[in-house]
């Protein structure tokens, strides 16, 4: 597409945007509804069209979405929230990856044999931090699936830790995912310098040597701290390798338990493969390149009414990028419509409602970056907050606004006083509040509300449910249109279900904003306990 054509199609959606926002008429007094889904419409309609290239971090569709969603919160009446006074909060994005020079990791056998595996063959590298060569020796130790209990006695100071991936079979979703997700931060915890991941019998299915040399090419991305450095969450882990199972067998040669018996004690139901040390040194080689882009969240604020709660703040998020124009076909670009300029939408119009009545509690309206590639927006935000005080997080990420919903899931609900919240604004809109349809999903902590739940703030995510036609429409999003070219706004979207969605965040965030107490993690909470030590907590329900 040729910049004149951008251009004029960008020029003729901001003429139909500008009839849409315009001051409220009788008619449209008349016709609440109607207006908010044709402000909706117009949202996303500008959000997910081609003249933005996909919203790709960094890139010109994506300052195009910033500066517009910056223009519709001003109109809205909020205001600037961000850093200085402005409406932005500006950060770097690393994009990073193994350079031309390679990466490789060495085996040394104490007799002086010497076994390499180079990135993508037989083995899958991770990167360095800045740009340039990064090497180190160090003795390997076996610490089963890795959770703290496989330890046991074993040092591991200084050492690589080799670690099974997923969880033993039979534990809980929640829990295997708890896990999974704890293993590197539990290493550095140790001491351990460097974590290797060798398959089980189950993940062996998936992560084969054909998708290792299919993503030897990957770029991570993190953004980037004031000493230039890319932020990781363990810091203390310079080095990571997932191997294949030929590379495996040979780290495992010689030692107490062969690679074969440990699968097997693995695959046993609650099977724990108990930990030792290996012989050998492994040697990490790895050449990283590195590029920086400049991106920004989006911030608007809605003073509060309270001059005792105001300093408290209720953020209201939505990712604003997707994926940019990947491919080579005649069609690149990814639009986004439901990922999320539907949810952007949403939150502009909850936003909208809050503003003409403001709530007790102050309220930060955040358009995030950087979700697409890790959650990096929300997890800068969160480290770096631009306000004293967050009393909770409420999320829209990708809302399945195609079908006349009469549910909504609040994921992550049932860990803190939110949950009856949501329970009593959703109730109140005359809309149930369902539990989590796909607990195997551990959605919780997939999306951007997770980086504030890190951070010790109670949050939720909210999206429509699966009753009435909805698990069919979840489904067939799934299938048709997540992440792929075709998720374009067309006649699909229901619009009356957009406002309706947007009105029940609206009413959370207010039902949230105008309580007397702010959300608490209740006592006992796994994510309470890790993230929040110290905080109140309130009695856990017994139901």
Known sequence: ??????????????????LAWGASSPVQAQTRDAAAEARIQADVAFLADDALEGRGNGQRGYDLAALYVQSRMQAIGLKPGGVDGTWRQPFAVARIGVADDGATLTLRRPGGQTLVWSNGENA????????????????????????????????????????????????????????????????????????????TEASARRFTDALMKRMAGRTESAWVGADGLTR???????????????????????????????????????????????????????????????????????????????????????????????????????????????????????????????????VLVVALAAEEVGLIGSDYLARHPVVDDVAANVNLDMPVLTYGFSDVVAFGAEHSTMGPRVDAAARAQGVKLSPDPMPEQNVFTRSDHYSFVRAGVPSVMLATGYADGGEAAWGAFFAEKYHKHGDEIGANFDWDAAARFARINAAVIREVADADQRPLWYEGNTYGDRFAAGQPRAPAPTH
Do not use: W
């Not at 990922?339 to 952007?344: L, T």
């Open 1 to 18: 597409m040729t910049g004149r054509v951008v251009r004029a199609t960008a020029q003729g959606l901001i003429l139909g945007l500008a």
């Open 124 to 199: 899958l590298l991770g990167v360095g931090r800045r740009a340039g060569h990064e090497t180190a020796t160090m003795q390997l130790a076996f610490v089963g699936f890795g959770a703290a209990e496989d330890y046991a006695d074993l040092d591991v100071a200084g050492k690589a830790v080799v670690v099974l991936s997923g969880a033993p079979r039979g534990m809980a979703p929640d829990a295997a995912a708890r896990l999974e997700a704890d293993k590197t931060a539990v290493a550095e915890a140790r001491g351990a310098i460097a974590v290797i991941t060798v398959n």
């Open 232 to 362: 990781r969450a363990n810091p203390g882990v310079a080095f990571t390798a997932f191997l294949g199972d030929a590379a495996a067998e040979a780290l495992f040669q010689g030692a107490d338990r062969s690679y074969a018996e440990i699968r097997r004690a693995a695959a046993a139901e609650d099977g724990r493969p108990s930990g030792f040390i290996l012989s050998g040194e492994a040697i990490f080689d790895v050449h990283t390149r590195r590029d920086d882009l400049a991106v920004s969240n989006v911030i608007g604020r809605i003073e509060g009414t309270d001059p005792d709660l105001k300093a408290e703040h209720v953020v209201i998020t939505a990712h604003l990028d997707h994926l940019g124009m990947t491919g080579s076909g005649e069609d690149r670009i990814n639009n986004g419509a439901l990922d999320n300029a539907g949810g952007v939408a949403a939150m502009l119009e909850a936003a909208r409602a809050l503003a003409a009545s403001p709530p007790r509690r102050s």
